[in-house]
């Protein structure tokens, strides 16, 4: 025991202290910057203006019309409906496309066809398709989100060891045992990678998809932000898509973690 | 020791060709071996060993030729085929009493019987302590006993093994022998074994098939009628020995 206490790794000094350094720096920085008038206000708000504004958001609706967290909520449903729908038809998709090779010929080619458009580029189909709420927001990130999901899957079925199918195949397993004993088994690993690929992709297609056409959502704030000419708001949407997107991140690591340890291998 | 009149034929092949396009790789191969029979098959690198069970056990195409198991053409979906592969083959998410299971469970026995004989093999094998351990908790040798019980679990009609025991250290392989000879004598199976070392073929077999170079037939049979267990100082098992070592050094 105390062998080990003296090898404890301690984190040098130099790492502890600098980035405390270099973070202060650069909001005191900008907030010089923004103050003496180097920047005009008109283009960046200052850190003390944003924050000013973050706690007077979560009280007044003015003047884009919701509180700040009911934007982050409108945001997050419609990344999380967009998500798992994207799971529910990508991963099923993707792995049958990986073994049967009706399911390969039937969807690949169409799934080819769309899968180098942005989801972004789908917008103004969508808007005539579904006007600027919910429904129409959710497809555009499930288009987005749908994509890692089929390739993770798919790939992750193609490397199934091909000795354990011949295995299979010698104790005479029909096509059906063999894709949901060794195939869907053998792709986990690759279809929990989805999870966290998926995500991101949906929420980076959120934010696209409120900048654009959206009545509400942290997008939404964003682009009231620049038509209102309050850079303060822009500054603070950012800051919550980049702090939002964090915490979801950081909980499907935890949920990743969790079923992982589940189906111990 | 058994001498006793032969059971009756198991497996019939009658004229078995392989091509790989212009490649001829088995050249009209017929035998037959009979019912819970165990056959060593020696032959050159490279002489389509592996191809030759691949295409007894229906992974490949026979380019002509047919297999008879029981008088009706092999099948897996209908009889019973082990094969056992020159690598590990265990499913690394299910545990080694599960690995064993899983032929059973293709063939859709009923899980009483599926629990019953795994008790059974599990026990003859030494396994049973290590029935809920993972495989990537237990060694390469351990993995490689796991596909041989997986393969004797089901009452093979015919099992295949590919050279199983080729990358393990000699002591390890005598005593791996000797449980394969046990099982084989207990659960009464008709046996294929493929192995490049000469000494372990005596070992282990009645009846040692030799194959030629490519394009390949049998070039000679050898009956092994020593009593068991064998002696690898026996002058009769010795001068098996290098009779068959001969027969290959020809080429
Ligand atoms: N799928 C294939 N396509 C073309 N040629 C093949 C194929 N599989 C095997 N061969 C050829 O058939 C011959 C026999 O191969 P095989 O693997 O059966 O030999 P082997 O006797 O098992 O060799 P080893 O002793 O090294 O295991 C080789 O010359 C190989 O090149
Ligand atoms: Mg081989």
């Known amino acids: ?265 | 020791m058994q001498d006793a009149a032969r059971p009756r034929t198991k497996i019939e092949v009658c004229n078995l060709t392989k091509r790989f396009g212009e490649l001829l790789v088995l050249d009209d191969i017929s035998f037959s071996v009979a019912e819970g029979e165990f056959v060593a098959i020696v032959g050159p690198t490279g002489c389509g060993k592996t191809t030759f069970l691949n295409t007894l056990s229906c992974l490949l195409p026979a380019s002509n030729g047919q297999i008879l198991i029981d008088g009706t053409p092999a099948n897996p979906k209908r009889h019973n085929i082990s094969y056992v592969f020159q690598e590990p083959t265990c499913l690394p998410w299910r545990t080694v009493r599960e690995n064993v299971a899983y032929g059973m469970e293709v063939k859709g026995r009923p899980q009483k019987d599926i629990d019953e004989r795994l008790d059974h093999i599990l026990n003859l094998v030494g396994l049973t302590q290590c029935a809920n351990l993972y495989p990537n908790q237990i060694s390469a040798s351990m993995q490689q006993r796991i596909a041989v019980s997986r393969a004797f679990a089901v009452d093979p009609d015919l099992l295949l093994m590919d050279e199983p025991y080729g990358q393990l250290d000699v002591k390890l392989r005598f005593y791996l022998e000797d449980e394969l000879v046990s099982l084989w004598r207990k659960l009464q199976s008709t046996v294929l074994f493929i192995t490049h070392n000469i000494e372990e073929a005596v070992y282990v077999s009645e009846r040692i098939l030799v194959l030629s170079n490519k394009p390949t037939r049998i070039k000679a049979e050898v009956k092994v009628d020593l009593p068991r267990p064998r002696d690898f100082m026996d002058p009769e098992f010795v001068r098996i020995r290098e009779h068959v070592t001969d027969l290959i050094r020809w080429w």
């Open chain 1, 1 to 265: 025991m105390t062998a080990y206490r003296e090898v404890v790794v301690r984190t040098p000094l130099a790492l502890k202290l600098l980035p405390i350094l270099s973070v202060a720096t650069f909001f005191i920085a900008w907030e010089i910057v923004v103050r003496t008038g180097v920047v005009p206000d008109t283009m960046l708000a200052a850190p003390t203006t944003v924050t000013q504004l973050l706690l007077d958001k979560f009280t007044n609706m003015d003047p884009d019309g919701a509180l700040l967290h009911q934007h982050a909520w409108v945001s997050i449903q419609e990344a999380f409906g967009g998500y798992f729908l994207a799971l529910a038809v990508g991963l099923p998709l993707g792995l049958a496309m990986g073994w049967f090779n009706v399911a390969e010929g039937l969807a690949r080619p169409i799934f080819e066809i769309i899968r180098p458009i942005p989801p972004v580029a789908w917008i103004p189909l969508t808007i005539f398709w579904f006007g600027i709420g919910l429904p129409g927001k959710i497809f555009i990130i499930w288009l987005g989100g749908l994509v890692p999901c089929v390739i993770n899957a798919y790939v992750g079925v193609k490397m199934t060891n091909p000795t354990l199918i011949q295995m299979a195949r010698t104790y005479g397993a029909s096509d059906w045992q063999i894709f949901k004993q060794l195939c869907i088994p053998s792709a986990l690993p690759m279809v929990f990678g989805a999870l966290q690929i998926a995500l991101a992709c949906c929420w980076t297609n959120l934010v696209a998809a409120e900048l654009l056409a959206a009545d509400a959502g942290l997008g939404f704030m964003i682009t009231m932000g620049r038509r209102l000419a309050m850079p303060e708001m822009v500054v603070l949407g950012m800051f919550m898509v980049g702090l939002t997107g964090a915490f979801i991140g950081v909980i499907i690591d935890r949920v990743e973690k969790r079923l992982l340890a589940g189906i111990r291998r």
